[in-house]
């Protein structure tokens, strides 16, 4: 699984839909394989899901109905070939027990299961799946990111988030993109260890925190126990207390957007 991260603006949902066929570049080219996806839309769609960031559902229509619906759009015109795929991929996304319920009785969490099912149609050679665990409750995320694993290990997926925690728990290589740029690619553990013994960590109290931020590159700043917990990035070591701790993706993704001079809001 492919990790885009990225803060909101950055560019991802841009991208996804140039990938999906969705939307004109203003220049530059695209491959699938050996397909050109600017030129060979038709052939590019019959090979790629997609879920978007927002989609809608009729919410009167069963899960099963739509799903069925949708595998029609997609080409599956045999009944019972459509039957057994629509109802693999209910059993698939642990939605077969809410196969006839409507879509508008679904919790935030199912309906994004449901549009993994729909993203699944047909057997795709690659999926995208754009900013999926946004407003899920903790229960619903991983429960979805579990099922996005499973995915991962028979199909290409391109996850796009601003969450790093979705990078760090699921993908193998990632990349950075913060105005239109990629700023960083690799691997989650390639990434992190270009800051190693870079990463200094120390408790202060919040009203020191203007003056540790005036003295030092602060990465990231969380609170403890009611004690603010500072990351400072250092080729050696600041003194005054700070730790050597071991940098982490939060880590990477901060201090790469700062380096191309991002604004980031560390607190």
């Known amino acids: 699984m492919f ?12 991208l996804m839909r140039t990938i999906a066929t969705l939307q004109e570049p203003d220049s530059g080219t695209i491959a699938l394989g050996e397909l050109d996806v600017l030129r060979e839309k038709e052939e590019v769609r019959r090979r790629l899901g997609y879920l978007p960031q927002d989609f809608g559902v009729y919410p009167g229509v069963t899960a099963r109905a739509m799903l069925d619906h949708l595998a029609v759009l ?5 009944r019972g070939e459509r039957r057994d795929a629509v109802e693999a991929l209910l059993h698939q996304t642990n939605l077969w027990d809410a196969r006839d319920r409507k879509l508008g009785t679904f919790s935030g969490g199912m309906r994004q299961r449901f549009g993994i099912a729909q993203a699944l149609l047909g057997d795709p050679e690659l999926i995208i799946v754009d900013e999926p665990t946004a ?5 619903e995320r991983m429960r979805f990111l579990n099922l996005l694993s499973e995915i991962g290990e028979n199909v290409v997926v391109i996850l796009s988030t601003h969450i790093v925690e979705d990078v760090s728990d699921l993908c193998t290589r990632m990349a950075v993109l913060s105005r239109g740029e990629v700023l960083l690619t690799g691997t989650p553990r390639q990434a992190m260890e270009r800051l190693r013994g870079k990463v200094w960590a120390k408790e202060v109290a919040r009203s020191a925190l203007p003056e540790v931020e005036a003295e030092h590159r602060v990465i990231s700043t969380h609170l403890r126990a009611g004690r603010t917990v500072v990351h400072v990035h250092g080729e050696a070591d600041p003194g005054e207390g ?5 940098a982490d993706l939060k880590d990477v993704y901060f201090t790469t957007l700062q380096a191309r001079g991002r604004e980031v809001t560390v607190a």
């Not at 407003?135 to 229960?139: I, K, Q, R, S, T």
């Not at 700070?242 to 071991?246: A, D, K, M, S």
């Open 3 to 14: 990790g885009l991260l990225g803060p909101n603006g950055a560019g991802k949902s841009t």
């Open 74 to 78: 997609k080409g599956l015109v045999a």
């Open 242 to 246: 700070f730790e050597p701790v071991e």
């Open 135 to 139: 407003g899920l409750d903790p229960a």
